[in-house]
Each structure stands twice: as structure tokens, then as C-alpha cells.
């Protein structure tokens, strides 16, 4: 590794090694050849037939839609193919990936559209309907993935291709390259821009940590290829920075779930050997509670694991009694880190459950007091902060929300938590008013301004409340006005229009009287949540 010095005086460390660009990288990804790249369904595509498809969309998009370095190219599907295509395309010719999540309502995917401002679409069929008026408004062209050109401006993905080289094209590593939303927490999402440099050392970095624990695991050489399972949504960062990059960075074969299906995956470790389950603790859940898990061979499996939300203790125990061989492995990554963090597995997880692990060089971590911003000694709790070249530039057009969370050149999570003597992170506590509901970050901002929009609603709190699945689930208590007859059933139909549905409370309380505040006026959710979990 070798010090890099930013444009902001900030000095970090970087792989010497590492692609200067994700075109490079994808160059390394090519020497797999006729290897499998990915199985979806009955489809199987080699890493040349892969790479031949994403060079054919790139033609087009260079020479169809004149797409050039720093232009913004949305995608917005259910994972496929296509998806894998077009964002090795996208951002083999220097434009920037605007990962749209496709759990969103039509008005979701607007505002998605309104503030990326793509100059082209790629979308599934029922995604495109969804913004269709939008985009033939904006004149922003749709390519239609596994769907019918059903609008003037709609054009289908096999009509545009054009097959031949990829085009020329110059990419620096710090331009440009991703955009992936986050959950907003003044309602609205942010779009976190990441550079080549970032997503490359993401995936780097996780590699080298994969290295060290193949290593002390005694796996260095496994008897199987390895092969990994992608049942996490590609708009996520996990599912596309840490699975399918990850993937294509070692030459692993890839099993692409279109949606979750506990079931499904269990049939399919057991059909194509799979030996890496990386999703949210929510899936692994799904996994080992799944009624019929005794009837599949799971015995391939050699890591089982993922981030995106604590990992309950039981579930850790439940790995070891379920599976044959299977190791934990679970991280603490952000959309902002581009899933990279502090990460623990093996034996470590049994022997501190309660821990997210340790960060991996160039990664550091430090604890620091969110007033004054010092740092504080080992032990002392305080906001976890992170720094590293997998950091994202900043938020898309929100220089005030990037002030607010880059702070020379260390990521304020917003989460509170200590580290101990050999630096293992333990997370405490949220310093954010964040519900991480199944691995997708939920705000109560923007829950409890969708829920203002009733004409009844007086008085609205969202906070998460603890469950056994999900980590989390969302909890509402309302105070309405009076004489209203507004119940449970009429605002969920209310507010599914305007929420993903993750987003919409599965708990709500309707009151009469008002909510606890205290001397400053705000509401007391620790009451309130503390209440909800009594009931």
C-alpha cells in the first residue's frame, strides 16, 4: 500500500496495485473465460458470454444514445441478468450508475428520476410503467429489459444492442462511477456518489479480509469451486459492490435470485454446490427456520453471512448447529463505505457475538464524541467513524447533508458504539433516528411525513421496535383529530402510495390524547418505545 494525498489535504492509504477504473478491473474479470459467470434460472452465461453482452449494451450506448464520461444512466429492475450487464457497461465507458431501488412506488422512483436526471432508463417492464408519463416528459429514452417497447419512447434490450469492441473511452479513478440511494432522514433519499477508486477498494478490501479468514479457517484450498449466492437486491450496495463485484473479482460463479425465496435457496446451494451465502441476517434467518432446511444438502457451504443490520447472538449459535462447515461471516458496511467496515467470522463471531469485528487495512476506525467531535480513549462510547479510499465523494447536489457526515475526511456513521484493546467495534447504539428493518434503513422522517399527509393525523411518531426476523420493524403511534374514525387498515392504504412497503408501520397505535414530549417539545421515543414493546 502507498499514502495518497487528496485535493483536501487528507492523506490515506490505497492498494499500489489496485485498477485505476472498474473497465480495468472488468479486464481481470475477462481472463475467466468460458468459466460460469452466472446461473439465473435456466439460463447460464460464461464470464466471455457476460462480458460479450455488456460490451454489445456499451456499443449502444455510446453510439445509440450518445451516452460520454460523467453522464447518469438509471437502472431500475429486479435482479437479472441485464442488471449485471448494464452496470458493467455504464461504467466501463466513464458514465455513472444510478441504482434505483425497485421496492419503490412509482412516486419513489420520480423523485429518483427528478434528482439524478439520467439521460437514459434501463428498466423491467413493470418499473418503466411505473414512470412512463415521467420519462417520455423528460425525453429521458427507456430501454426495456425482458419486456415489449409498449411506449414511442420505450426501445427493447435485445433491439438496441450492437455487437463489437468496447468503445475507447479515458476513466481516472477518481471519477465518478455509482450512485446509490440511501434512505433520506429529512424524508427524502440522498444519492451517495462513489468514485472508481472507492468501489475498487471496497471490493479489495474485502477480498484481503476473505484472504485472512480463508487462511485461519484452514480453507486456502477448498475442494470446490467456489460459488456464491446473490439473493440480495443488485440497487443494494451489498448485493452489488460486495457480491457480484466481489464475484466477478475472484472468478467465483454467481447464482442470481430474481427475489427471495428461502425455499429456492436452499434448492439451489444444494443443486449448483454453492459455498458463499452473503445476504442480510434476515435471509440467513429464513435459512435455518425454514421448515424444510433437514431435506437439503447444505454441506458445500463454507462462509454464511452478510451486513446490513446487527446480528442476533441465536443466530450465530443456530449456524454452528445447522450447518455441516459453514462459518459465520458478518460486516458492518455502509452505502456511504460502499459496504466495507469492521467484520468478524469464524470462531471470532462465536467468541464475541455481541461484536461487528475488526476493520481491515487501509480501513481505520476511531470513536469520537459527536458534541465536540474529540476523539475518545478505548472503551469510552461515543460516534463510530470510519476513513478509507472505499468512502464515497458525497451526496448528490446535497453539499450541506456531505458537510454534515464527511468531516476531514472521516465518515460519521451516526451510530454510537466503543472499541475494545484489539480493536473489535461493538455498536451500542443509533445517534441517528434510523429503523434498520431486515437490512434496509428506514427514517423515521420521511415515514412520519408521509403519515402528516392524512388529514386526521395530529400527531404521528415513527421508532423501530425489536423483532425476531426482521432486527427491527416499524412501529407508529398516532394521535388523530377529534372525531375522526381513521383506523389502522385506512392509513396503510393512505400512506402504500407514497412508502415502499419496508417502509410502512407494521405496528401503529392510534390515540387520542397527546404524546409524550420533553422540555424542548420533541417526542420522547424512548417512552414511546419502551410502551410498544410492553403491549
Not at 440497487?235 to 428461502?262: E, I, Q, Y
Not at 460516534?383 to 478509507?388: F, P, S
Request: aromatic letters at 8%; one cysteine or more.
Amino acid at each position: 500500500m502507498v499514502d495518497l494525498r487528496r485535493s483536501d489535504g487528507t492523506v490515506e492509504q490505497v492498494f499500489v496495485q489496485a485498477p485505476g477504473s472498474l473497465r480495468e478491473f472488468f479486464a481481470q474479470a475477462r481472463t475467466a473465460g468460458d468459466a460460469t459467470a452466472l446461473v439465473y434460472g435456466d439460463e447460464r452465461l460464461s464470464f466471455r458470454e457476460l462480458f460479450a453482452g455488456a460490451d454489445a449494451f456499451a456499443v449502444a450506448l455510446v453510439e445509440r444514445y450518445g451516452i460520454r464520461p460523467g453522464d447518469r444512466v438509471a437502472v431500475a429492475m429486479r435482479n437479472c441478468p441485464e442488471w449485471v450487464m448494464s452496470f458493467i457497461a455504464i461504467t466501463s465507458v466513464g458514465g455513472i450508475c444510478v441504482s434505483l431501488n425497485s421496492w419503490w412506488t412509482g412516486g419513489e422512483l420520480a423523485y429518483g428520476i427528478e434528482d439524478s436526471a439520467p439521460s437514459l432508463l434501463i428498466a423491467d417492464q413493470p418499473r418503466a410503467e411505473l414512470i412512463g408519463e415521467l420519462t417520455a416528459t423528460r425525453g429521458i429514452p427507456v430501454v426495456i429489459v425482458r419486456g415489449s417497447a409498449a411506449q414511442e419512447h420505450f426501445s427493447t434490450w435485445t433491439d438496441v444492442l450492437r455487437p463489437g469492441p468496447l468503445p475507447a473511452v479515458d476513466i481516472a479513478p477518481d471519477d465518478d462511477a455509482t450512485l446509490l440511494y440511501t434512505s433520506g432522514t429529512t424524508g427524502r433519499p440522498k444519492g451517495a456518489v462513489s468514485t472508481h477508486r472507492a468501489v475498487i477498494h471496497a471490493v479489495w478490501g474485502a477480498a484481503a479480509m476473505e484472504t485472512v479468514d480463508a487462511l485461519m479457517l484452514g480453507d486456502a484450498e477448498p475442494a470446490e469451486p467456489p460459488a456464491a449466492l446473490l439473493g440480495i437486491p443488485l440497487f443494494h450496495v451489498t448485493g452489488c459492490v460486495s457480491v457480484m463485484l466481489g464475484a466477478l473479482n475472484s472468478g467465483m460463479k454467481l447464482v442470481v435470485m430474481r427475489r427471495w425465496d428461502p425455499e429456492e435457496a436452499l434448492r439451489m446451494i444444494e443443486s449448483e454446490r454453492l459455498s458463499v451465502f452473503i445476504g442480510v441476517p434476515t435471509q440467513t434467518f429464513d435459512l435455518v427456520n425454514h421448515p424444510r432446511f433437514d431435506e437439503f444438502d447444505t454441506s458445500s457451504l463454507r462462509w454464511i453471512g452478510g451486513g446490513g443490520a446487527t446480528t442476533p447472538p441465536a443466530l450465530l449459535t443456530q449456524i454452528r448447529e445447522q450447518f455441516d462447515r459453514a462459518a459465520p461471516a458478518f460486516g458492518y458496511g455502509m452505502t456511504e463505505t460502499n459496504a466495507l467496515g469492521p467484520a468478524i467470522s469464524g470462531d471470532e463471531a462465536h467468541a464475541f457475538p455481541e461484536s461487528t469485528g475488526r476493520v481491515a487495512p487501509p480501513m481505520q476506525v476511531a470513536i469520537h464524541d459527536p458534541t465536540t467531535l474529540e476523539p475518545l480513549p478505548v472503551g469510552d462510547r461515543g460516534e463510530i467513524w470510519l476513513r478509507g479510499p472505499s468512502l464515497f465523494r458525497g451526496y448528490w447536489n446535497r453539499p450541506d447533508a456531505t458537510a454534515a457526515t464527511l468531516h476531514e475526511g472521516w465518515l460519521r456513521t451516526g451510530d454510537i458504539g466503543h472499541l475494545d484493546a484489539d480493536g473489535r467495534v461493538f455498536i451500542d447504539d443509533r445517534l441517528k433516528d434510523m429503523i434498520v428493518r431486515g437490512g434496509e434503513n428506514v427514517y423515521s422522517a420521511e415515514v412520519e411525513a408521509a403519515l402528516y399527509e392524512h388529514p386526521d393525523v395530529l400527531e404521528a411518531a415513527v421508532c423501530g421496535i425489536p423483532h425476531r426476523r426482521l432486527g427491527e420493524q416499524v412501529a407508529a403511534v398516532i394521535v388523530v383529530r377529534p372525531g375522526s374514525t381513521l383506523d389502522q387498515d385506512g392509513l396503510v392504504a393512505f400512506v402504500s402510495p407514497h412508502l415502499a412497503a419496508f417502509k410502512i408501520p407494521s405496528v401503529i397505535e392510534i390515540r387520542t390524547e397527546g404524546l409524550p414530549r420533553n422540555p424542548s417539545g420533541k417526542f420522547i421515543k424512548t417512552e414511546l418505545r419502551a410502551q410498544l414493546r410492553s403491549t
